[in-house]
């Protein structure tokens, strides 16, 4: 009981008046038209809350301080739909002052058009723009069953060179993006066709250190998109881009030969010698029955593909995929099965390719009202050829060097879920529920199966009832996990008790639980931890809420060399508000 009361008396006297703010770095608008004079014209909306921290620990370190606040609190102006969201955080372990609004959009809506303006995000698809933050103008029309986007702005802000400063961020160009995106969609019949172009100005920033490679860039890609339903169970998508990257606008020009289509883009695209040019290709093939769906998947990315809309893109990959669910027995029980193919290296240029195999099953089983079964199996395989450079250059004749590195990883994952209602009436609910999960990873180098593998074994059970003219709930469980490694085998297990009761009208909750668990590695008991939990919390009137949180926590090691034991208690004291205008 001393670092409970210890913990108490290192508060400091302390006045929380809060005269910060950290405003939201985006200051968003969002207006429908439409809805001037039909609604209230202005509604506010927002909370407060206020947390203090007391902290205590007996034999070891003190892991964090003695005593903190964290305080926090939000406001929302709404005027006929325009949002402006304002927001503050402040601790005494941390707190800065930010200048609020530096990034901000309108976005109007009339019927069937909206348009974005000042800072904005847009989506044409995956291989084109997808989703890159832009500071300009675009719009999105849908007129009928007719789709057209627009959009045109600075996708990079230029930023010089200090050679001063080594932590200073990675100089760059200022870059200017358009795009278009147009097409009809009637159902799951559509086409759209898309153009996305960017380029950066060279003159943006005054020099490039030599150190740094950093080039001027210019973008454009082309892509089409479609799909189509047949006999109204089939539906066919698919969309084919191809993206051509100058990685230098300072190079020589040139004709192109094999993708004449750029040559004839005039202002938009410049083929230069640092031009390159790159293909991606998705489909998509589902059959939907009463009773049944089953789907096919390709997609093929070349390697080097990217795009100035996108921050990060995947290629250099090749994926194969095939899925199917149906439902039995009047839908008492549902199966799903996907299996999948990746592969990479498509050109052949590295020096290691990988293959990835994945498949994956769930099944759910409702016996009856009370009774419910679920269960899933995961398989993931990779599978690596690692060839050394070496091979090339001292390869004689075509067949030598034919045994290279195979590696393959081998994960797989089982989980069965039982759920089992004893009870469900006006005076009492009873429920009863097992967890089982198996994992396992292995490793084969050239056939042999590897040592370093493992498996993982969790079971959990657990009982509760609840007496509903008491609110009263109380759960027991039992936890029981197990890690086997090539000469480490580790087990923890012990049980958990908790309840719960609500009082006046359940305005108030309190709650207590304690929970025993032992660890052992290859037999041998290494630690003791065991814990205690209250809690408790009231509300007014559903805006003010009070909470309180104690834990105590001892744990006992008996290996040499390992953590001392200790003991440790964290208090958490809490109140929030929250507010409307409406």
Known sequence: MDIFCRAFLRVPFEVFFLTFFLFNSQLLFAQNFESVGKENPLTITGGASLNQIFYAVDGIESRRNPYSYYASGNVNFNLYGWSIPLSFTWSNQQGSFQQPFNQFGIHPTYKWITGHFGYASMTFSPYTLAGHLFLGAGIEARPGKWHISTMYGRLQRAVEPDSLNESSVTPAFKRMGYGVKAGYADGNDFVHFIIFGSRDDASSINYIPDNEEIYPEENLVFSVAGGKELFSRIVLSTEYAISGITRDTRAETVKVE?????????????????????????????????????????????????????????????????????????????????????????????????????????????????????????????????????????????????????????????????????????????????????????????????????????????????????????????????????????????????????????????????SWNESYTNGDKVSRVANVRVNGGYSIKKKHNFNVSLVGVNRENKTEGSTDSFAEFTGTVGYSYSFSSK
């Open 258 to 514: 094999k993708y004449k289509v750029f040559n004839a883009a005039g202002g938009l695209f410049t083929p230069r010698l640092s031009s390159s040019y790159y293909n991606a290709f998705k489909t998509g093939l589902t059959y939907q029955a009463d009773a049944f769906s089953v789907g096919l998947g390709y997609e093929r990315i070349d390697p080097g593909y990217r795009t100035h809309g996108a921050y990060y893109f995947n290629n250099d990959l090749e994926n194969l995929t095939a899925n199917a669910a149906t439902a039995l027995f009047s839908g008492k029980v549902n199966i799903a099965v996907n299996v999948g193919v990746q592969r990479d290296n498509l050109d052949d240029s590295k020096i290691s390719s990988m293959e990835r195999i994945v498949g994956a099953v769930n099944v759910g089983y409702a016996a009856s009202e009370r009774l419910n079964f679920s269960g899933s199996y995961s398989s993931f395989q990779t599978y690596t050829n690692i060839r050394s450079q070496f091979v090339d250059i001292n390869q004689l004749t075509p067949y030598d060097n034919l045994d290279t590195l195979n590696y393959i990883q081998i994960s797989q994952n089982a989980t069965l879920n039982t759920n089992y209602i004893l009870s469900n009436n006006k005076d009492r609910r009873q429920n009863l529920n097992l967890n089982l999960i198996f994992q396992d990873a292995s490793d084969e180098q050239g056939g042999v199966k590897q040592g370093s593998g493992n498996q993982f074994y969790m079971a959990n059970t657990a009982y509760s009832i609840t007496l509903v003219p008491k609110n009263i709930t109380v759960t027991g469980s039992f936890n029981y996990n197990k890690n086997e490694a090539a000469t480490i085998n580790a087990t923890t297990l012990g049980p958990t008790l908790a309840i719960n009761k609500s009082l006046m009208d359940r305005k108030m909750r309190i709650g207590l639980s304690t």
